[in-house]
């Protein structure tokens, strides 16, 4: 690849952010303006009423952005120590709106948007000094789960652009820059702490001490704080499989898939089909190759993020894999370590056909 091409990992960013206005802006129109439309509010939490509408998860979000005090919020969140836990977006747009509350949920837009051009920024620079082309990075930038994050007001994509700048900040040994984005990483979205775990886990393998010990202080026992004042304020910690009806983790791989067929036959079948592509056959892919280079003692971050991402994918609860738009979310974590991993290791047939997973675009415009 020519230096040329290999230093144009801005490209990727502008169409990423041009794509992502885009989307945007069709949105708006199609709900004639009304940008709290995104946020998907139900009457059962907005107005307590049990019998009322659902809505969606950002909602929550929203809610803790009106009013952050804790006992204030806890009647509006399903289950309020596991929604709180996710506190940097609706306190951003907190911050940024002063408090104004028509200004809310355009801030709770912007950011998820700002974080998903972040995150491909530095995936770009990442896969460029890997010597790869930069464009490969619109995979990350494109991906489903993603869009439908900043469609609904959700902090996957502010929580995977800080993985992402933490990744880079790490392959420079910028050590205290990767506490700071990778604690950020864990207040927009806890299941980030797989990416931190591979993070800390590299450096005390490398005898990496001073990195280790920074992150350990910078990054982990602030949030091993911030989840003993969730026990504290709520009567339990932040960390578990879901909200209100979710399910536990399985044991058995893939069983959280498997028990779609207890309910409905064609339902499993078609998510098996649609969700094989980018769940199944990849995980179980990347959990053999990235296994494969950790006994051969490869144990670096890229490996090791796909290696626990993959196992996340192995055994995510029955109530994420029921879920078409759960599942895409969750896979944003996955496509970035998956990206990274192949991107690293040159796997050149799979380079020219991850451009698919954009196909599942399609779920955005039902």
């Not at 009647?75 to 028509?102: C, E, T």
């Not at 910690?237 to 879901?242: C, R």
């Not at 990235?290 to 971050?301: A, M, N, T």
């Not at 370590?337 to 997973?357: D, E, H, I, M, T």
Request: net charge positive; aromatic share 16%.
């Amino acid at each position: 690849m020519t230096d040329k091409i290999r230093n144009r990992w801005w490209s990727p960013v502008l169409v990423t952010l041009c794509l992502c206005l885009g989307f945007v802006a069709l949105t708006l129109v199609k709900v004639e303006g009304d940008i709290l439309k995104f946020i998907v509010i139900g009457t059962r939490f907005s107005e307590g009423d049990p019998q009322g509408s659902e809505g969606y998860d950002g909602q929550f979000g929203y809610y803790i952005a009106l009013d952050p005090n804790p006992q204030s919020v806890r009647p509006h969140l399903d289950v309020p120590a596991y929604r709180y836990q996710r506190i940097l977006l609706p306190i951003l747009a907190r911050i940024f709106s002063f408090g104004n509350q028509k200004l809310i949920p355009y801030w709770l837009v912007f950011f998820p948007l700002l974080g998903q051009v972040l995150g491909v920024a530095y995936v770009a620079k990442i896969i460029s000094e890997l010597g790869q082309n930069p464009f490969i990075a619109l995979v990350y930038g494109l991906n489903a789960g993603s869009l439908l994050a900043i469609r609904v007001a959700l902090p996957e994509p502010l929580a995977y652009g800080c993985v992402a700048v933490a990744i880079y900040a790490y392959l420079k040994k910028k050590y205290w820059l990767v506490a700071i984005w990778i604690l950020m990483a864990f207040l927009a979205k806890e299941v980030t702490v797989v990416f931190g775990g591979a993070i800390l886990f590299s450096l005390l393998i490398q005898r990496e001490w001073k990195g280790s010990g920074i992150l350990a202080v910078g990054s982990f026992l602030p949030f091993c704080i911030w989840q003993i004042w969730l026990w504290w304020t709520f009567g339990k910690m932040g960390i578990g499989s879901g909200g209100a009806n979710s399910t536990g983790f399985e044991w058995i791989p893939f069983m959280g898939l498997l028990r779609i067929a207890n309910y409905n036959w064609i339902y499993f079948l078609a998510m098996l089909v649609v969700f094989a592509p980018l769940v199944v056959i990849p995980s179980v892919w990347g959990a053999w190759v990235s296994l494969r280079e950790l006994l051969r003692s490869k144990w670096d971050i890229i490996t090791l993020s796909l290696f626990l991402n993959s196992l996340v994918m192995f055994f995510l609860p029955f109530s994420t894999y029921r879920e078409t738009g759960g599942i895409l979310r969750l896979s944003v974590g996955f496509v970035l370590a998956f990206l990274l991993f192949v991107a690293k290791g040159n796997y050149s047939r799979l380079l020219r056909y991850l451009p698919l997973w954009v196909v599942y675009n399609v779920f955005l415009f039902r």
